[in-house]
C-alpha cells in the first residue's frame, strides 16, 4: 500500500492505514472511505484547539519564568504569587459544589476497593500476564518475595525449599486467620475442611470443630461439599479462593491438603500506551494498537520461552462456582482492562495534514482505541471486558480543566464518529500536573458525565513541580521533595476533592506507583498507607505486586475510611502551593550534592540506554544501593529537571556533571554487560547517541515543554531506527 490520501490530502501511514482498514474496520462493519473522512474532519476541527493549548502551556510557563526571575533571591509572597496565578489563568475560580453524575461503570471502578496495575501494552507477554492478574497465588507471592525474610536457609531457591515453604504457609494462614477467623481456633491447626448447608466447618485433630466467626463470608464452592476442590470467601468484596489438592505439591504435605490461596489480585489494570512505552513512530504504535485490539478481542496470544521450554500465554476465561443456593457464581477471570492514551502534547508519523505536520496523537489514539474498544461492547459471551458498555481511557498530562474540557470534547465527538452512545467512553484524569491539582474540582466539573477516577500520579507531578518553579530556587534533593508540605497537601486535597464530588460508588480515587518492583517487605509496610488515606485503589508495578497489596484492601475498608474523611477539612491550599525549594538556612554539604547527582545520573543513563537503543520505554534500573528501581519517562522527567534546576542555580557545575555522567556510564554498560544487542556508551560517548540524549535531556532540561521527556526521547529513538 502506497502512502494513501484521505479526501483533504491528509497523509496516512501506509501500516497504519493497512491495518485500520485490513484488521480492526471489517470487524466492525464500518466502511474505510466513511471512516478516513470522519478521521479528517475530527483532526481539521480539533487540531488547532489541541495546538492552541499547548501555546497557552507555553505562555503561562513563560509568564511563571519571569515572574520568578524577576524576583530571585526573595522569599516568596505567598499572597502575591496565588494572585499573580489568577491573573495570568493558571488559576481558575472555583464554581458551586456538584456531584459527579458518571454512569454504567463496572463494579471494579464503582463499588470495590483494590490494586491497580500497570503495563506497557507494547510487551504482549507482560500484557497478557496483567490482564490475568485478576488472581494471583498468595504462596507463590510470599515465596518469591522478600514479604518472607531471604535469609540463611530460606532462600527462594527454584528447587522447592521446604524450610521457606513452611514460612510461607504459616504467613498465608496467618492471613486466614486475620481476616477470615474461625469462632474458635486457628486455621493453622485445621484438618480438614468441609461444607455444611451454609456454614464452612473446620475440623481440628482432636475432633473438634469450627465455623467461620463471619458466617457470610462463606460464598461459594467448588467439588463436593463433604470434600471441596475449592471455597470461596469473601471479605470487603474480594475474594479469596482456599484451593485443595490432597495430591498437589504443597497439598499432599499440609494437614489440610491446601495446595494454594488465591487472592483476587488486580482488580483493574491499565493498558499502557503511554510513558512505560517507547513508541515513536507508526510501526511502533501498529504495535500497541494490534495488541490493544487481541485484547478487546480475547484473542492476543504470546509465545515465549521459559526456564527452557516453550510457553503459550492467553487470556484467562473466566471462573465458576456453585453458590450456597447451588446456582452458578461466575467470577470474571480477569482484570477490567483499561487504556492510558497519550497526552496532548504528543505528535506522530500516524497521519499528516495537508501542509505536512504530523496530527496530534492523542487525538488518533482516543479515535483507535476506542474503536477497538468498542469491539468489546459488542460481544455478549467469551472473554469480554466492561458488562457495563463503557469504554474506560486514562488521559495523562492534562494541564487545567480546558485540557480536560477538550479531552471530553474529543472522546464526545469519537463517540459521534463510532455511532457510540453519549458518555460510552469514560475518561480517568491523572491529576499529575500542577495546574490540574490546583484546579482539580473545575478539572473533574468538565468531565463529570464521564469521570471514572482521578488519581494521584506523584512521579509526573513531581516533574511539573521542579519545572514548573523552575526559577524559584534550587529544589531540595529528591528524597526531602517527598517530605515537605506540598506532596501531603496534594495527596489529602486529592481525596478530599474527590469525595466532595461524589466519586465514590461511580469513579476511582486512586493513588500512585510503588516504584520498586523487588522490595515488596517494604511495600506491604508502606503502601498500607493507601487505602487508609481514602484511596480506593493505587498503582502497583507488577501482579505480585497486586496479589500482596490485594491484602491491604482486606485490612482496611476503604468506603468507611472515606466517609470519616469527608468529615475532615480540605488539605491547605497554601501548602499546596508552597514551592519545595531548599531553605536559606540548609546548605547542602558537597558529598549530599554528589550523591545526589551520581544517583540521578545513573537512573537517567540506565533507562536511557535501554529506551533510545533498544526501544524498551520501562524498566527496573538498579540505584547507587543496587535498589532496582522501575524507571518510566516521569522518573526520567524528574531525575532530568532536577539536575537541570542544580545547574541553572549553581548547586552544580556542567563539569561536575560531565564526569559523573562519564562514571555512571561505566556502571551501566557494566550492568548491561552480556544483554545481546547492548551498545556500550564508554569510551566513545559521542558516538553513543543514548549518552548524547541523556545529555540533552540535562542540558536542555529548562527548555523542554514542561520539563516532559519525549521530545528529545522520540527524535534520538528515531535517529537509532534509521540508522539499524
Ligand atoms: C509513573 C507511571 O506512569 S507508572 C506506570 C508505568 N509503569 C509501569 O507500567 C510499570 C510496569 N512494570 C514493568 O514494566 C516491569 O515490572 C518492570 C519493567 C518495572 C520490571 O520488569 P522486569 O525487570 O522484567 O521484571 P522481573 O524480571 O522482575 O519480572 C518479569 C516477570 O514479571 C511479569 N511482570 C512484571 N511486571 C509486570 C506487569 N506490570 N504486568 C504484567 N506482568 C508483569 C512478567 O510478565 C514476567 O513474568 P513472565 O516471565 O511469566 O512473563
Ligand atoms: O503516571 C503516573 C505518575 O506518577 O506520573
Ligand atoms: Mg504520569
Redesign the pocket.
Known sequence: MNMPLSKKNNVIHPEFGSFINEEVLPLHDIDPTKFWHDLDQLIEDLSPINRQLLVTRDRMQQQIDQWHLARQGQPLDMQAYEGFLREIGYLVDEGEDFSITTSNVDAEIATLAGPQ????VKNA??AL??AN?RWGSLYDAFYGTDVVPKSAGLEAHQNYNAARGELVIAKAKAFLDEVFPLETGSHQNVSSYVMYYHHLLAFFDDGSQSGLQQPCQLVAVNGQRSDPESVLLKNNGLHVEIQFDRNGQNGAKDKAHINDILIESALSTIM?CE??VAAVDAEDKVEVYRNWLGLMQGTLEARFV?GGQVQTRRMAPDRFFTDLDNKEYRLHGRSLLLVRNVGHLMECDLMQDAQGNFVPEGIVDAVVTVLIGALDLQRTSGIRNSRTGSIYVVKPKMHGPEEVAFACQLFGRVEQMLGLPENTVKVGIMDEERRTTLNLKECIRQAKSRVFFINT?F??RTGDEIHTSMHAGPFLPKDQIKAQPWIQAYENRNVDIGLQCGLPGKAQIGKG?WAM??EMAAMMEAKVAHPKAGANTA?V???TAATLHALHYHQVNVFEVQERIKRRSTASFTDLLTIPTIPNSLTLSSKVIEREIENNVQGLLGYVVRWVEAGVG???VPDINNVGL?E?R??LRISSQHLANWLLHGICTKAQIDEVMQRMAMVVDEQNKGTEGYCPMMPNVESSLAFRAAQDLIFKGVIQPNGYTEPLLHAYRLRVKEVS
Open positions: 496495575l500497570v503495563v506497557p507477554r507482560f500476564n496483567a492478574a499502557d510513558d512505560s521459559k500520579g512521579l509526573d506507583m518492583p523487588d498503582w508495578p507488577s501482579p520501562c524498566s527496573k522501575m518510566d516521569a522518573t
